[in-house]
């Protein structure tokens, strides 16, 4: 299974994305409609964001792609 598991570099590159664009976890959370602890959990590589709330995080977050159905 490709990309099951966030890595800490693409993390990374998601807070430094939310950074240069002067916007915090939290008003991108609400924005995007997801919970903020969710977010955070997601950036901080606490979650395997494999179905739900969090994976949807990360895919808009650019940390996953979505698997096109088989």
């Known amino acids: 299974m490709p990309n099951s598991t966030p890595t800490e570099q693409a993390c990374r590159a998601a807070r430094e994305r939310l950074a240069k664009q002067g916007i915090s976890a939290k008003e991108w959370a609400i924005k995007h409609d997801l ?7 997601v ?3 606490q979650k395997k964001c494999l179905r739900g709330e969090a994976h949807r995080a990360a895919v808009l977050l650019g940390i996953k792609q979505t698997e096109a159905a088989s």
Not at 35 to 41: G, L
Request: proline fraction near 10%; aromatic fraction near 10%; glycine fraction near 10%.
């Open 43 to 45: 950036l901080n590589g």
């Open 35 to 41: 919970s903020p602890s969710t977010v955070y959990a």
